[in-house]
T-cell receptor, first 116, second 115 residues
Framework: GAVVSQHPSWVICKSGTSVKIECRSLDFQATTMFWYRQFPKQSLMLMAT?????????EQGVEKDKFLINHASLTLSTLTVTSAHPEDSSFYICSAIGALPTYEQYFGPGTRLTVT | AQTVTQSQPEMSVQEAETVTLSCTYD???????LFWYKQPPSRQMILVIRQEAYKQQNATENRFSVNFQKAAKSFSLKISDSQLGDAAMYFCAYRGQGGSEKLVFGKGMKLTVNP
């Protein structure tokens, strides 16, 4: 089955620093990936849609300058949280769209970010 | 815009019994997909079942089945012979027909399975 990995699975960083999270589709090519944020006991909140070779499309209210998304290849998308602050602490999940006919979304295992 | 509503934040069921999780949605589209995802404590999202709106037959996957009522915009999940491993958050989700359409999630429901 299709596998999506995320790295790191857990990261702690100091306030003011930047942290990069990688999302890889291991056995398929994904022209579209999604980045979600999830607070405890809440649903997934879509942050942005990442398309290979083009700029990401951000959801309303998501700061594009704080959450930089790069989809440089068909198997890799990265989310960089710039100048992180404690309120950016959250669980970040990526997903990648598979191929025809279902275009199913395959989810990564998530990354827990703690900003101290 | 499409919306997905899960009105029950929590439910519990005895092991080996049956439980039904409810979900309603709103859309003006005629072709779309509906999903139930499971998120166990590991927080890995797992696809439980998928329903294509153009199919009248309800989807089934082993102990999991759905009751899809297109006119009522209702999409409930029935879990039969509940097992301890079924304990998780369950999310109902909608997706349009396009290949790069985003998923619209409900708020989720926490299922507890009692031994």
């Amino acid at each position: 089955g299709a596998v999506v990995s995320q790295h790191p699975s857990w990261v702690i960083c100091k306030s003011g620093t930047s942290v990069k999270i990688e999302c890889r589709s291991l056995d398929f090519q994904a022209t579209t990936m999604f980045w979600y944020r999830q607070f405890p006991k809440q649903s997934l909140m879509l942050m942005a849609t990442s398309n290979e070779g083009s700029k990401a499309t951000y959801e309303q209210g998501v700061e594009k300058d704080k959450f930089l998304i790069n989809h440089a290849s068909l198997t890799l998308s990265t989310l960089t949280v710039t100048s992180a602050h404690p309120e950016d602490s959250s669980f970040y999940i990526c997903s990648a769209i598979g191929a025809l006919p279902t275009y199913e979304q395959y989810f990564g295992p998530g990354t827990r970010l703690t900003v101290t | 815009a499409q919306t997905v509503t899960q009105s029950q934040p929590e439910m519990s069921v005895q092991e080996a019994e049956t439980v039904t999780l409810s979900c309603t949605y709103d859309t003006s589209e005629s072709d779309y997909y509906l999903f139930w995802y499971k998120q166990p404590p590991s927080r890995q999202m797992i696809l439980v079942i998928r329903q294509e709106a153009y199919k009248q037959q309800n989807a089934t996957e082993n102990r999991f089945s759905v009751n899809f009522q297109k006119a009522a915009k209702s999409f409930s999940l029935k879990i039969s012979d509940s097992q301890l491993g079924d304990a998780a958050m369950y999310f109902c989700a909608y997706r349009g027909q396009g290949g790069s359409e985003k998923l619209v999630f409900g708020k989720g429901m926490k299922l507890t399975v009692n031994p």
